[in-house]
């Protein structure tokens, strides 16, 4: 075993404490009895208590899980069809176009998307709320999908569509059978990555929606320019051990499979060369 | 009781399994199989035998229905079958890569194909089952493909193919990925699953003596053309060209000009002491350059000049010791090396020659091929 260095013991405490002193701070803050964020008086979970009965906020949460879920399920689909198709289909004529377009939305200033589906909505008439939140979230997390779905399918042997096929599967079968369980963790990858942006914008859904839907983020962002309250502090704690759970699990359960998988393959060339 | 040969390649009128006539596949400028014209029988060990890029993959491919040919026509049972796609096809193959489905357990993956034309459930189970039997894999049936060896999943992969009952599987590289031993073992195997179902093999292989041990036929293959279809026997004996003496086993070539001595022997002038004399069913007109093939093993060793027609004179310059054979390089006065080899018959002997050596080679007139080209 490696000992560190006690330079990198300082740099490992620098970097760390760069990521999560602020957000160690924020959870702290949300357990303080004192209405003013920045006094301590003592500690206490009423903020979590008071957040539940906030009509405001709930609403808020519920709009911007049910974009969430909504937005990052389509986007999955037609990510992983454009996926699917620009790895798949060959060259066909206009595919540099293409794969080049599809990754535009990722480098592409979220301002300029924001507010060209703005003019898109107004220009065809569309009432702006959940809806068109919806779309605008669907439209820019669907270049994440793709991208991650066709990292993927690169490295997926093709054989075993051909293989498919050759067992009489039509192209259908043979992806529905075999290439979509095979590539599916990273297609749940993918709507998690959509989900979680979906969840966190702030920029795009603030162009896209209307009087009638806000979702949580503005919400959090409109009540801090009336001044930070410990609800708040109370409200992002609780998303930050939310993603923080999700994210252990999923790297936890992941490392088990792969060193279950490692282990069960050893047992089978044992036993051959026994 | 009179025992029939299995030469349907030799009978006019049989039908051909598969048919090719013609067939061309270009991609782009490339072109990856040449005007062929081939037939493969029914219950045929066919080998397709050639060093990478010759085509040999291709044209699996468009037997099983995943490339189109560009020009020519194909037949499966004298139904053209070009155009239709491979899961439409009575013919199945085997992956180089096995390409087994990691998602399901052994026993699914037999299963798959059987369930795409939806047969009945009893039939299908009886069937996977047989097929298990058949590869010996009952054990493993509930196991995931990375639960197995390589070697059973080799056997996973064999299984799959088969069990659809095709008229025609084609085994793309089968046993490349076993070490020797595995392989040669398991090409056995196959010979046996081989007869017991009565399917007709195709196999692709760019190793020869897969390709010998296995095959009823076998098919040479250099830059999309075939260059000679025969027995294994008749491939290494009677080659049509240099190319395949070349490339299957060890083969000493002499070149030079060739005159009638009387019907069907020449004398070769290869540039020795003195001419060699050689038989041959082809006819050459007088003085053409031609090629003489002999293999080693057909070559003896001395250390007196033998008597007969064909004897050199050169020294030792290499001996490799293989265990069951010696091969012995001679170098000849004119500086050809020429390779003879020596069966090791006997456990305890002493060696009669050694490096350096004055030594005489020598051969019958029968025993090489002179050949054109």
């Given at each position: 075993?490696?000992?560190?260095?006690?330079?990198?013991?300082?740099?490992?405490?620098?970097?760390?404490?760069?990521?999560?002193?602020?957000?160690?701070?924020?959870?702290?803050?949300?357990?303080?009895?004192?209405?003013?964020?920045?006094?301590?008086?003592?500690?206490?979970?009423?903020?979590?208590?008071?957040?539940?009965?906030?009509?405001?906020?709930?609403?808020?949460?519920?709009?911007?899980?049910?974009?969430?879920?909504?937005?990052?399920?389509?986007?999955?689909?037609?990510?992983?069809?454009?996926?699917?198709?620009?790895?798949?289909?060959?060259?066909?004529?206009?595919?540099?176009?293409?794969?080049?377009?599809?990754?535009?939305?990722?480098?592409?200033?979220?301002?300029?998307?924001?507010?060209?589906?703005?003019?898109?909505?107004?220009?065809?008439?569309?009432?702006?709320?959940?809806?068109?939140?919806?779309?605008?979230?669907?439209?820019?997390?669907?270049?994440?999908?793709?991208?991650?779905?066709?990292?993927?399918?690169?490295?997926?042997?093709?054989?075993?569509?051909?293989?498919?096929?050759?067992?009489?599967?039509?192209?259908?079968?043979?992806?529905?059978?075999?290439?979509?369980?095979?590539?599916?963790?990273?297609?749940?990858?993918?709507?998690?990555?959509?989900?979680?942006?979906?969840?966190?914008?702030?920029?795009?859904?603030?162009?896209?929606?209307?009087?009638?839907?806000?979702?949580?983020?503005?919400?959090?962002?409109?009540?801090?320019?009336?001044?930070?309250?410990?609800?708040?502090?109370?409200?992002?704690?609780?998303?930050?051990?939310?993603?923080?759970?999700?994210?252990?699990?999923?790297?936890?359960?992941?490392?088990?499979?792969?060193?279950?998988?490692?282990?069960?393959?050893?047992?089978?060339?044992?036993?051959?060369?026994? | 009781?009179?025992?029939?040969?299995?030469?349907?390649?030799?009978?006019?009128?049989?039908?051909?399994?598969?048919?090719?006539?013609?067939?061309?596949?270009?991609?782009?400028?490339?072109v990856a199989i040449d005007d062929l014209t081939l037939d493969i029988f029914e219950r045929e060990f066919f080998a397709l035998l050639g060093p990478s890029g010759c085509g040999k993959t291709t044209m699996m491919r468009i037997l099983a229905g995943f490339e189109n040919p560009t020009l020519g026509?194909?037949?499966?049972?004298?139904?053209?079958?070009?155009?239709?796609?491979?899961?439409?096809?009575?013919?199945?193959?085997?992956?180089?890569?096995?390409?087994?489905?990691?998602?399901?357990?052994?026993?699914?993956?037999?299963?798959?194909?059987?369930?795409?034309?939806?047969?009945?459930?009893?039939?299908?189970?009886?069937?996977?089952?047989?097929?298990?039997?058949?590869?010996?894999?009952?054990?493993?049936?509930?196991?995931?493909?990375?639960?197995?060896?390589?070697?059973?999943?080799?056997?996973?992969?064999?299984?799959?193919?088969?069990?659809?009952?095709?008229?025609?599987?084609?085994?793309?590289?089968?046993?490349?990925?076993?070490?020797?031993?595995?392989?040669?073992?398991?090409?056995?195997?196959?010979?046996?699953?081989?007869?017991?179902?009565?399917?007709?093999?195709?196999?692709?292989?760019?190793?020869?003596?897969?390709?010998?041990?296995?095959?009823?036929?076998?098919a040479v293959m250099d830059e999309g053309r075939i260059i000679q279809v025969a027995t294994p026997e008749k491939i290494y004996e009677a080659p049509n060209s240099v190319y395949v003496a070349d490339f299957i086993g060890d083969v000493n070539i002499l070149t030079g000009p060739v005159r009638a001595?009387?019907?069907?022997?020449?004398?070769?002038?290869?540039?020795?002491?003195?001419?060699?004399?050689?038989?041959?069913?082809?006819?050459?007109?007088?003085?053409?350059?031609?090629?003489?093939?002999?293999?080693?093993?057909?070559?003896?060793?001395?250390?007196?000049?033998?008597?007969?027609?064909?004897?050199?004179?050169?020294?030792?310059?290499?001996?490799?010791?293989?265990?069951?054979?010696?091969?012995?390089?001679?170098?000849?006065?004119?500086?050809?090396?020429?390779?003879?080899?020596?069966?090791?018959?006997?456990?305890?002997?002493?060696?009669?020659?050694?490096?350096?050596?004055?030594?005489?080679?020598?051969?019958?007139?029968?025993?090489?091929?002179?050949?054109?080209?």
């Open positions: 075993m490696n000992r560190l260095s006690s330079f990198n013991v300082v740099s490992l405490t620098f970097g760390f404490a760069f990521l999560y002193l602020p957000m160690l701070i924020l959870v702290i803050y949300s357990f303080n009895k004192s209405k003013l964020v920045t006094v301590w008086a003592g500690f206490s979970t009423k903020w979590y208590g008071e957040l539940l009965s906030n009509e405001a906020f709930l609403d808020a949460a519920w709009v911007t899980l049910k974009v969430a879920v909504i937005s990052s399920s389509i986007a999955t689909v037609l990510g992983t069809m454009a996926a699917y198709t620009l790895v798949r289909g060959g060259r066909f004529f206009g595919r540099t176009l293409f794969s080049g377009m599809i990754y535009a939305p990722l480098v592409m200033p979220e301002v300029i998307t924001g507010l060209s589906l703005l003019l898109l909505f107004i220009g065809i008439g569309m009432d702006r709320g959940v809806l068109t939140i919806v779309l605008a979230h669907t439209t820019f997390s669907m270049c994440f999908v793709s991208v991650v779905v066709s990292s993927r399918l690169a490295t997926f042997e093709r054989s075993l569509e051909e293989a498919a096929l050759d067992l009489g599967a039509s192209p259908f079968e043979a992806f529905r059978l075999v290439t979509l369980p095979i590539i599916a963790p990273a297609v749940v990858s993918g709507w998690l990555l959509a989900f979680t942006l979906s969840l966190d914008d702030l920029v795009i859904a603030s162009f896209a929606t209307g009087p009638a839907a806000t979702t949580l983020p503005m919400k959090i962002w409109s009540s801090v320019r009336l001044g930070v309250s410990p609800e708040i502090n109370a409200l992002s704690s609780i998303l930050i051990g939310l993603v923080a759970s999700g994210v252990i699990t999923v790297s936890l359960v992941s490392k088990r499979h792969s060193v279950l998988m490692q282990k069960e393959e050893r047992i089978a060339e044992r036993i051959e060369n026994n | 009781m009179v025992e029939t040969v299995f030469e349907p390649w030799a009978d006019p009128n049989a039908d051909p399994l598969i048919s090719f006539k013609n067939v061309t596949k270009r991609f782009g400028d490339f026509s194909m037949s499966l049972s004298g139904h053209d079958i070009a155009g239709i796609p491979p899961n439409k096809r009575a013919v199945n193959m085997m992956f180089q890569s096995y390409a087994l489905f990691p998602h399901l357990s052994v026993w699914e993956n037999i299963a798959f194909g059987l369930r795409r034309d939806g047969v009945a459930k009893d039939v299908l189970h009886a069937r996977v089952q047989e097929m298990l039997k058949l590869t010996r894999l009952e054990k493993f049936g509930r196991r995931k493909p990375h639960q197995i060896s390589g070697g059973q999943r080799q056997r996973v992969a064999l299984a799959r193919s088969l069990a659809k009952a095709p008229k025609l599987l084609l085994l793309d590289e089968p046993l490349g990925a076993l070490d020797k031993k595995l392989r040669q073992e398991t090409q056995f195997e196959l010979m046996d699953i081989q007869e017991q179902t009565g399917t007709t093999f195709v196999i692709v292989t760019h190793d020869q003596e897969e390709a010998m041990t296995v095959a009823s036929r076998v001595v009387d019907a069907d022997t020449y004398s070769l002038d290869f540039g020795g002491t003195e001419p060699m004399t050689a038989a041959s069913d082809r006819t050459f007109s007088e003085g053409v350059t031609a090629h003489l093939a002999i293999r080693p093993e057909k070559i003896g060793i001395h250390v007196e000049r033998p008597e007969g027609p064909n004897s050199v004179q050169g020294k030792v310059l290499d001996i490799a010791y293989l265990g069951n054979l010696s091969t012995y390089h001679v170098q000849l006065p004119n500086g050809q090396i020429i390779k003879a080899q020596t069966a090791n018959t006997r456990r305890v002997s002493r060696r009669v020659f050694t490096w350096e050596d004055p030594v005489w080679v020598s051969w019958s007139a029968t025993a090489g091929v002179l050949l054109d080209c």
